[in-house]
């Protein structure tokens, strides 16, 4: 594909704050942006320059929308691998293509996939039946997490278990849906690597940052890691290698959990730019969403040079309120646009200097 020229249309798949964020970034190149998703209010279509509202599924809609745009990306991985794969058989320029969405939505596939690459994860067994969970969690030492293979996020669609706990109440806890067991990791902390492949193959990587959840939820990430710097050269090799098997174009976050002695555990990777990412706008030469623009658009990557140490806090329900007046000395305010605050949502971020 020849680069893109400012003028040209991206289309964006999907209408949350990634895609707001991104839509702002898209802009600041020059770019034309169109927005499809179900909503008709949603955070990003109010800061594009058009709207498409059809369900993802309706796949003459989205065809006859991607028509139209010059390169389609999509801000979640929940997009229907269908709908990504029908807009390739029609010519359309997908980046990420389908195979990034086939892997990440269902984690059994996922972590296969990770082990395929060369990259360790925590032990795991497939679920069906609540039979089926005994056996490996005796091998995982007693205790592990039962997780929905599909759509749990933010610490939803799972259940701690410990050898013999009713099996069949957690699995009927998660609807019955068919479900991964993972072994428990006694972590000393948490990293992701966000990375960024263009459509010519080359990669670059951020500083490494540390992120700290509660319930499931990220509230804060922190460059530097802190990590030796070897620990950080396998993430971002492992990052690589990930991004190349995917052949890979756009903004990747491969999450981590870090033991004692230095290995590394993979979580779980995101095909798309990322919330422990948020920081890059104000703290590196390109941010990741401008990065993400550019490797889709066919543009060369930007440098990452890191200016200074940084904080992002994540400001979750009406904890906007309590941020909204702060002045620039306190640090860099980014909300979401969303209409209706709700508890454990994430409504903005707040970026911060930290030397």
Not at 5 to 21: H, K, T, V
Not at 77 to 86: D, F, G
Request: glycine fraction near 10%; include cysteine.
């Amino acid at each position: 594909m020849t680069p893109l020229s400012p003028g040209s249309r991206i289309g964006i798949l999907g209408g949350g704050q990634l895609g707001r964020m991104l839509a702002g970034s898209a802009a600041q190149l020059g770019f034309d942006v169109s927005i499809l998703c179900p909503e008709a209010d949603c955070p990003a279509a109010r800061v594009a320059m058009d709207h498409r509202v059809a369900a993802y599924t309706d796949l003459d809609a989205v065809l006859d929308w991607a028509r139209g745009c010059d390169v389609v990306t999509y801000e979640f991985e929940n997009v229907p691998v269908t709908t990504a794969a029908h807009l390739i058989d029609h010519e359309i320029i997908v980046r990420p293509g389908a195979a990034a969405l086939e892997v990440s939505q269902d984690r059994v596939a996922e972590k296969t996939f990770l082990n395929q690459c060369g990259i360790d994860t925590a032990r795991f067994a497939e679920i069906n039946t609540a039979e089926e969970i005994a056996a490996p969690i005796e091998r995982f030492g007693g205790a592990a997490i039962l997780k929905t293979r599909r759509d749990g996020y933010d610490g939803k669609g799972q259940v701690r278990l410990a050898a013999g706990d009713d099996y069949a109440e957690a699995l009927r806890a998660l609807g019955n849906a068919p479900s991964i067991l993972e072994a428990m990791v006694p972590f000393s902390c948490e990293v992701s690597v966000i990375i960024a492949r263009s459509a010519e193959g080359e990669s670059i990587c951020y500083d490494l940052p540390r992120n700290d959840h509660t319930n499931g939820i990220l509230r804060r990430s922190v460059v530097p890691s802190q990590l030796d710097a070897e620990v950080e050269a396998r993430a971002c090799e492992a990052a690589r290698k990930l991004a190349d098997a995917l052949d890979y174009v756009g903004v990747l976050a491969l999450e981590f959990f870090v033991l004692e002695n230095g290995d590394l555990l993979a979580n779980e990777f995101a095909p798309r730019v990322h919330n422990s990412g948020h920081w890059t706008p104000e703290a590196c030469a390109t941010g990741q969403f401008e990065q993400h623009i550019r490797a889709i658009a066919g543009w060369p990557l930007g440098p990452v040079t890191r200016y200074h140490k940084a904080e992002m806090l994540n400001l979750l329900g009406d904890e906007i309120f309590a941020h909204s007046g702060v002045s620039a000395t306190d640090g860099v305010l980014t909300l979401y646009g969303k209409r209706h605050p709700k508890p454990g949502r994430k409504m903005g971020h707040l970026v911060r200097r930290l030397d």
